[in-house]
Each structure stands twice: as C-alpha cells, then as structure tokens.
C-alpha cells in the first residue's frame, strides 16, 4: 500500500513533508535570538540541576568548620600563609613546641619537641583539622622527645565561597538549582495536568456544570495563599511535598480558566462541530480536538508559570516554610545570604545571581514561545 | 461624461512578500491606470494579487511586504512617499472601502463620532459643522433615520447599513477615486444590488472614478466601464467590459466567463424511498435574562417541513439569517429541536449523544468554512479516518490508512498527502478533504452547507462536479444549503427557499427558477441573475 502511495507524482510545489504548525513555530523560535540564548542557559541550568551535585567538588551538606565564611576566591583555601600559623597553633594545641616548619608543595613538615615523651597518637590532634590530614611521624628521637611530623595538607578550593556553617556555596547553590527546577517543574506539571482536564471539561460541558466547576475555582482563589502554606506546614510539618501540593493547589486555578476559556471558543469552531456530526464521544472530541488546540497558550502560560512557582517557592523558603537543612534551596540561601549581607555579601550575590539569571531565561523563553506560537501576523 | 485624463497610473508593480519559504511575488510587474470619472474593475480569482495592488500603492502593505515599481496619483509618485504626505492623498483624494464591514468599523464608538472624527481633524471643522457633516453624508448613502443613527453603535447596525456607512466615511473629503475591494462579497445578493445601485448614483452625482476589485464576473458585466483579468499577478487580458464579455481572447478569461455552474439534475421518480422526512421543525434559541433584563427567544426556524428521497438533491436557499444553516443542523439533531425528524421510518428527535450515534454514519455533514471545518493540529488522514475510528472501531491503523487513500483518491486528491496538515492546502483541496470525510463512512445522506461559497467560482465548478459524481458513484442523498442560487440550480432538483426562519416558495428547481410565484423569491432570482436589470431599473427610478 505505501509503495501505492509513494508511485503517485508529487506536486512539484510541495517538496517538504507536512509540516505541521509545530515545525513552523519552531522555525520561529529558532530565529528569536533571545529565546535561543535563553534555552541554552535553561539547558545548561537543567544540567546542573540533575549532575552538578554529583559532579562537584565539595558535598553540599559537608561542614568544613576551618573554613567559615570565607569569600568566594579562586584559589584554593588554606591560604599558603596561613598554613604556617594554623600548624603551629595546632602543634601547640598538642603540647609540642613547633621548632622548624616547612612547607614543601602539599606537604607540611614540622618538627617538635616536648618536655615529655610524645605520645604517637598526636598525629590525631592534626587530622582533627580540616587542613591536615593524613598525618604521620617519620623520625622519632631516641628520648622520644621530638618528632619529625609529615602531614598532608588538604587545600580546598571554594569559587563562590562558603556559608555560614562553613559549607561549600557553589554545591549548595546547585543542589538548590535542582529542588528549584524540581518544584518548578512538578508544580507546573500538577497545575497543568488538573487545570486542562478540569478548564478543558468545565468549558466542553457548559451551562450548569460550568457554572459550578467555575464557582469552586472563584472559592480556591479567595484563599489566601500564605496563610494556606503556612497552615500545611503547621499540620504536616516542613517537607518538600507540601511545596508542590501548597503551590501546584493554587497555581492550577489561572491555568484552568485559560483553558476554558479557549474550550468554549474552540466549541463554536466548525472542526468541533464536524466531528459531533461523526458521532465523536465527548471524551474523543476533549482528547483530539480541544485539548491539542488550546496546547499553544497552555505551554505559553507553562513557561511563565515555572518561574512563578520558582519564586512562590523562593519566597515560602525566605519565611522558612520551605525546604527543610541540610537539602536547600535558592530561596533560602538568598535569605540566608540577606542576613549576612554585610560580613558576606558574595553569600547573597551568587544565588540572587543564579536565581535571577533563571527567571531571565525562563521568561524569555516563554514570550519567544508566545510569539512563536500565536504570531498575529498569520 | 467621458473625461480621458488619467489620475490614477500604475506602472510595472511589483509586490514581494518575505517568508519563511523565501520570497513570494504576488504581484509581478502590472500596468493600469484609472481615467477621470471612469469605472475600471480588476478581475481576478484569489491569490491572484488584484488586492495587493491597491495596497501597495497605498502603502498598506503587511510588514514582510516590498513594493516596486510606480504609482501615481495626478503626477504624484506614491510609492515610498512618508508618510504624512502620503496621508494627504490617502484617504482625502483616494480613500478605500473594503470587504468587511464589521471589522473595518471600531465597535466602541458611535457612527456619528466615526464620520465626524476625521473630519474634524483632517479637515479642520468644528465640531457641530463636522456633526451636520456626517448627518449629510449618511443621507447621501440613504441611511433610514440619519439622526438616529448617529447615535448608534456598529453592532446596531445590518452588514449593508455597515457598508453604507463605510461608503460614507470614504466619500467625507470628496474623493476623486474611491478603490473598492470586494465591497459586496460578504453580502446578500438583495443588498448587493443596493450597494451597488449607491455606488453607481454616488458616481454620477459626484463624478468620482471607481476602481472596483472582485472575483465576481456579474458585478463586472453590470458595473465598469473597464475591466483588467488578472491571474497570478500578472495582468492577462485588458479591454472595455463589452470586448472582454463578448469577445474574450486568452483562454484563462474564456475559463472565468463559463465558470458559472451549469448542468441540471433531473428529479428523482416519485416512487423512490424517503429517507430523510422531517415535520414541522421549529428551532428556537434562548437567552437567558439577567438579574435586570428579561430572557428573550428567538425562533431561527419556524415548522419547517422537508422530504428526501433517495437519489435526490433538495436545496434549500435564503439569504443570511434565514434559518436555513440553523435547520440543516437540527436534522442531524446538532442542535435541539422541535417536531418530527424520521430517518428511514426511525424518529431520531431528540435523541441524546450516543443513542444517535449510530444513525450519524449514515447522516454526514460538510461545512462552509474550508478552513474552520478541519482540525489544525491533526494530519489529512486522521482527519478523514476520524470517522472510522468512531463506527469502525475494529479496523486496524493499516486499514484505516488505506481507507484515507481511497477517500482521497475518490476526491481527486494525492494520497501521498495524507500525512499532511491541512493550513497547506487551498480552499478548494479543503473542501475535497472534508468531502472526503463525509464519504469514507459510505453515507446515504450528507447535509451540504454552503459548501461553495469560499470558493473560487472555477474551484466551484470542480467542487460540483466532485458532488456529481460521488451522488451518482454511491446513490447519495443531499440536502444542498445555499444562498448562490447559480448553484443550488446546477445541483438540486427540489428547492426551498427560506426567509425568517418560514418557507416562502417550494417546489421542482426549474418551477422555483422559471415561475417564482413569491415576490421574495423573484426579488432574489433578478438580483442573482439580472444584476444589470436591477441597477438600470434602480437608476431609473432615481432619476
């Protein structure tokens, strides 16, 4: 049958297969050079979000308690100067008095003297620390009184700095990437799934029970959001799910107006119309017919929604109704970040930075979307 | 009368659009000009341009649009004039009217404020001269109580009071040439003849040339002094309206000028089977009151009564807000409805979604609307196989795709282009799609509505002669809706004709068109057929 179809002359004219309106769009899209960007940025944010925290350096729930707040830098920490000081006041810490110290690459050498045989077990007293480790003795006096100390030191390096609690920023602000992302897309994909089928069923049905799937959505838009979050909270506790439930809740309610509306004018469409002539169910008109043609200003409305929960999120974590430590997000860390805003700022510059090169994108790419896919110039 | 000075002088245009496909010429090199006082048509089927022309030398062109080429007005080069003194010939001395009324006139304010505005701008009157302005202009395109519809808003207003209106506005500042693009397409025959009686009188009286642009060939034959043929923005043939009607050389004219339907359909016998028999159907719709106006009703059809037999083609004309769209959807029971409708000796009134849906195979409908009636988002073949899916639900995506083919192929499509969307076809390959549609299921009966009347008049001839050939090929029934009589006449053997929602006039086709009995009906034949008779018969009685 298909060789049939392919021995038929094609018209000289139509050399492309179909394209349908998607392919078209796309073809618009790809010339917004803004939009592009943007989804380069997104994707290279998606990146991040899944493999960053488990390609970067540091564990983003790892204290380094040597290394609090200190600024974002691109050398590695310790500082060489600083390694000196640090072993002596470590050696003395451990009763030994430090006589000649030195420092050859990533290996320190010290040697020590003590009024009392040295106990080999020192060494622990400079693991303990986040800047030695691996600590041994190589020579011991005969008296036992003084040892040549050999011990590693770690050098870390902290590109956007650390926290508060001395832990790494740049994993923290990744791992944070990932819930950000993780709730702006389950939060929109809940919003999505229940406000089209429920938009889409609302506006197909009409008359009564409209009038009444619409009131319920007039009640759920009275509630105040925040005082709906924090009642959540208060009954179930912190907990990540309550973000999608609390967010995806309320967000669904635009969505499912947007939907009806363009179901209702849709349902005066002749396609409409012809396919009830057919004897289409109502369920195969909604699934074929209304559904695929409002998709346009839905996946609209989905790329402005995302950064809105995205936000939503960020601003229920900054009154701390959010996700709960060690796991983060960009909303707290901007929050934690205001509070030590001036013996840190860069605490509060990387995530506000992150977060709003996001949002950037995401808008972007939503209003290329927007043109790309109901250009009025059609 | 006949002054020979040309005010209007077009010289080797040429329009470009830029697309995504490249470059588009609508309008590839084109010479005309307009005489002082002189009617000229421009003649054309769609896409081939004749628009595009105005537009370019008017500077109305879309955004991707460059023009090329000369326009002049009096001497005076248009084309890449700026635009403010551009505007000082654009609407002052050229002003345009076009096809959609509605759309052309802002909703939100009121007639009186939409004539008088620009003239108190442009032309510098005060605001109560401007007002007696307006009111003088609405008497000369014969509005009935000017006063009162000064007051008023668009959407008081009917389709050709619309384009009076928009006559109206156009003739403000004395123009010396008013281009009219498709002025009349979206009308009723009646107000047609109206409309162009106005125009015709407005000429005389106030000397204008008329630049009148239309795919329809009567209007020509009835109106201009000239016409251009124009087929892919080329200007093929030139000449007086008589040369071209009587003596037409190139071939695509000769095509245009018998492109009117033609053929008879003989009745069916009297002993065929009736399938189809509806009794006294009355269609009312509601609206509901609000918390302080009253509900009102609005019966669309009123006892309406229809037999079909089998093999047999019954149409159904009226002009627009007759009912008769309204009745041919209330037989196949897509909207509720009073009375009796029996399909082969079953009653189907009112009943609901799925207990009709076996009896929707053999009842099919097409749409006017080439493009509103296919789905944008789903391929050719699903479109067409849609059906299937729904009264066949055992055949396998194999069959149903062979089943596509052979629609399509029945329709004089290529099969090849099943996986296709439908924004790439034209309006006549459209209509062959929803044709297909309909047939794929193997219907005894299709409800026709208005399934011509987007179409090209050459595109119309195919599109009857595809209905042809299905009713003989799968002894169809057809009810055929319609308000081109040219049509319902080639293909019905039975007419109706409705007004207000009643039936004024039924019988065989030939009885309805020969021997009108109704002066409705006879109104509605001389406007279709005698358009020339009823514009002399208008300017007589005016003189």
């Known amino acids: 049958m298909t060789?049939?179809?392919?021995?038929?002359?094609?018209?000289?004219?139509?050399?492309?297969?179909?394209?349908?309106?998607?392919?078209?769009?796309?073809?618009?899209?790809?010339r917004n050079k803004a939009a592009m960007a943007s989804l380069v940025i997104l994707l290279v944010y998606i990146f991040a979000g899944i493999f960053g925290p488990m390609l970067a350096p540091h564990d983003y729930a790892r204290v380094y308690p040597d290394f609090v707040k200190v600024p974002a830098s691109l050398e590695p920490y310790p500082r060489m100067d600083a390694v000196l000081p640090a072993a002596e006041s470590t050696a003395r810490r451990a009763r030994l008095e430090a006589r000649n110290i030195e420092l050859d690459g990533n290996t320190l050498r010290l040697e020590a003297t003590s009024r009392r045989e040295i106990d080999p077990r020192v060494t622990r007293y400079f693991d303990r620390s986040d800047l030695f480790s691996n600590t041994h003795i190589v020579e011991r006096s005969a008296d036992g009184r003084s040892v040549l100390l050999e011990s590693q030191v770690e050098r870390y390096r902290f590109i956007f700095g650390t926290d508060a609690n001395g832990r790494d920023l740049f994993a923290r602000i990744l791992i944070s990437i990932r819930i950000s992302l993780m709730i702006g897309a389950l939060a929109t994909g809940v919003a999505l799934v229940i406000g089209v089928a429920y938009g889409a069923t609302a506006g197909f049905l009409g008359g009564r029970i409209d009038n009444m799937m619409m009131r319920v959505v007039d009640i759920l838009y009275a509630l105040p959001f925040t005082f709906f979050a924090i009642l959540l909270v208060v009954f179930f506790g912190r907990n990540v799910v309550l973000m999608f439930i609390a967010v995806g809740a309320v967000e669904w309610l635009d969505m499912a107006r947007i939907v009806r509306g363009q179901t209702i004018s849709l349902r005066r469409r002749e396609f409409v119309q012809a396919a009830e002539a057919l004897g289409v169910s109502a369920g195969g008109i909604l699934r074929r017919h209304i559904i695929p043609n409002t998709l346009g200003p839905v996946i609209i409305y989905m790329t402005l929604l995302i950064p809105k929960v995205i936000l939503l999120e960020s601003f229920l974590s900054f009154l701390g109704l959010g996700v709960q430590e060690p796991l983060t997000s960009l909303g707290v860390l901007i929050s934690e970040g205001a509070r030590n805003m001036r013996a840190a700022p860069y605490m509060l510059l990387y995530p506000s930075l992150a977060l709003t090169l996001l949002l950037f994108a995401l808008n972007f790419l939503g209003d290329g979307l927007r043109d790309a896919l109901d250009p009025k110039d059609r | 009368m006949k002054k020979t000075e040309t005010i209007f002088d077009i010289r080797d245009i040429r329009v470009t659009f830029d697309t995504p496909d490249g470059e588009v010429e609508a309008v590839r090199g084109v010479n005309m000009h307009v005489n002082a006082g002189e009617t000229v048509a421009v003649v054309g089927e769609s896409g081939s341009g004749k628009s595009q022309i105005m537009m370019a030398a008017m500077g109305l062109l879309a955004a991707n649009g460059r023009a090329e080429g000369s326009a002049t007005y009096r001497g005076q080069e248009l084309i890449g004039l700026p635009r403010d003194r551009l505007n000082r010939i654009r609407g002052a001395r050229i002003t345009m009217i076009f096809q959609e009324p509605m759309t052309s006139l802002d909703p939100l304010y009121t007639i009186g404020r939409q004539i008088s505005e620009p003239l108190m701008v442009h032309g510098g009157l005060s605001a109560s001269a401007a007002r007696a302005r307006a009111l003088q202009l609405l008497e000369l395109v014969h509005i009935?109580?000017?006063?009162?519809?000064?007051?008023?808003?668009?959407?008081?207003?009917?389709?050709?009071?619309?384009?009076?209106?928009?006559?109206?506005?156009?003739?403000?500042?004395?123009?010396?040439?008013?281009?009219?693009?498709?002025?009349?397409?979206?009308?009723?025959?009646?107000i047609q003849a109206e409309i162009l009686g106005l125009l015709a009188e407005l000429q005389r009286k106030l000397g204008m040339a008329i630049l009148f642009i239309t795919h329809d060939l009567a209007i020509v034959e009835a109106f201009a002094d000239r016409v251009y043929v124009m087929q892919h923005g080329r200007v093929v043939e030139e000449g007086t309206t008589r040369e071209i009607f009587t003596r037409p050389t190139k071939d695509y004219t000769r095509m245009l000028l018998a492109a009117e339907p033609e053929g008879r359909k003989p009745p069916v016998p009297e002993s065929a089977p009736i399938l189809l028999d509806a009794n006294r159907v009355s269609v009312t719709f509601q609206a509901k009151g609000g918390l302080f106006s009253p509900g009102f009703e609005l019966k669309a059809v009123r006892e309406v009564t229809l037999s079909l037999r089998a093999g047999q083609t019954v149409g159904i004309v009226g002009e627009s807000g007759s009912g008769k769209s309204t009745f041919g959807r209330a037989l196949l029971q897509l909207l509720p409805c009073e009375g009796r409708v029996v399909y082969q000796g079953t009653p189907i009134h009112g009943l609901g979604r799925a207990a009709m849906r076996p009896y929707r195979r053999n009842l099919q409908m097409v749409f006017q609307d080439p493009y509103g009636s296919l789905s944008p988002r789903m391929t050719v073949g699903e479109i067409i196989t849609e059906g299937l899916l729904v009264h066949e639900p055992q055949l396998s995506a194999r069959e149903r795709a062979q089943a596509a083919t052979e629609a399509l192929k029945e329709v004089g499509l290529d099969p090849a282009m099943r996986n296709r969307f439908p924004h790439e076809f034209s309006g006549g390959q459209r209509q062959r799609i929803a044709i297909a549609r309909a047939v794929v299921l193997k219907p005894t009966v299709i409800v026709l509505d208005e399934p011509t009347s987007a179409l090209d008049r050459s595109v119309q001839k195919q599109i009857i002669a595809l209905l042809r050939r299905i009713q003989d090929a799968y002894d169809l029934s057809f009810i055929f809706i319609s308000h081109d009589l040219a049509v319902v006449r080639a293909l019905a053997d039975y007419t109706i004709v409705m007004k207000a929602g009643q039936v004024v006039e039924e019988g065989a086709t030939d009885e309805v068109f020969e021997r009108p009995k109704s002066a409705y009906t006879r109104n509605l034949m001389e406007a279709a057929f005698n358009l020339k008779q009823v514009l002399s018969r208008q300017a007589e009685a005016r003189a």
């Open chain 1, 3 to 30: 060789d049939l179809a392919t021995n038929v002359s094609q018209p000289p004219a139509a050399g492309a297969a179909g394209r349908s309106l998607w392919a078209t769009a796309l073809m618009r899209l790809r």
């Open chain 2, 144 to 190: 009935p109580e000017p006063e009162r519809r000064l007051k008023s808003y668009p959407h008081e207003l009917s389709g050709g009071q619309r384009q009076r209106v928009m006559i109206a506005m156009a003739l403000a500042n004395n123009p010396d040439l008013l281009i009219a693009d498709e002025p009349t397409t979206a009308l009723d025959v009646t």
